[in-house]
Nanobody
Framework: QVQLVESGGGSVQAGGSLRLSCAAS????????MGWFRQAPGKEREAVAVIYTAGGSTYYADSVKVRFTISQDNANNTLYLQMNSLTPEDTAMYYC?????????????????????WGQGTQVTVSS
């Protein structure tokens, strides 16, 4: 049974940092697109950062480039998102998601709706 379990969310002031973790189990960690997606109230879910587990190619939304870093620990099947210089606009529910892929094209080549596995989400709230 595939499980993605996020942790690390919380409340911080603007300018602060958080590191999100996503522990994956129930599938072979290689050859997957894994990423972080977020959804704020009243807004559509958007891709934040995505990585191809077998090759390390990454995607970042323009709004988080330089500030956020996606990384992985293949030995422990864990995905991370280091978030620095947080702003109130980063406030959202953050989800970890995964989909199998034969190549490193993860996003936007694979749409959000095609990501197969999702975690329950972890809330990030940034106050000004």
């Amino acid at each position: 049974q595939v499980q993605l379990v996020e942790s690390g969310g919380g409340s911080v002031q603007a300018g602060g940092s958080l590191r999100l973790s996503c522990a994956a189990s129930g599938f072979t960690y290689s050859s997957y697109c894994m990423g972080w997606f977020r959804q704020a109230p009243g807004k559509e879910r958007e891709a934040v950062a995505v990585i191809y587990t077998a090759g390390g190619s990454t995607y970042y939304a323009d709004s988080v480039k330089v500030r956020f870093t996606i990384s992985q620990d293949n030995a422990n099947n864990t995905l991370y998102l280091q978030m620095n210089s947080l702003t109130p606009e980063d406030t959202a529910m953050y989800y970890c998601a995964a989909v199998w892929s034969s190549g490193s094209w993860c996003y936007p080549e694979i749409s959000i709706s095609d990501y197969t596995y999702w975690g329950q989400g972890t809330q990030v709230t940034v106050s000004s």
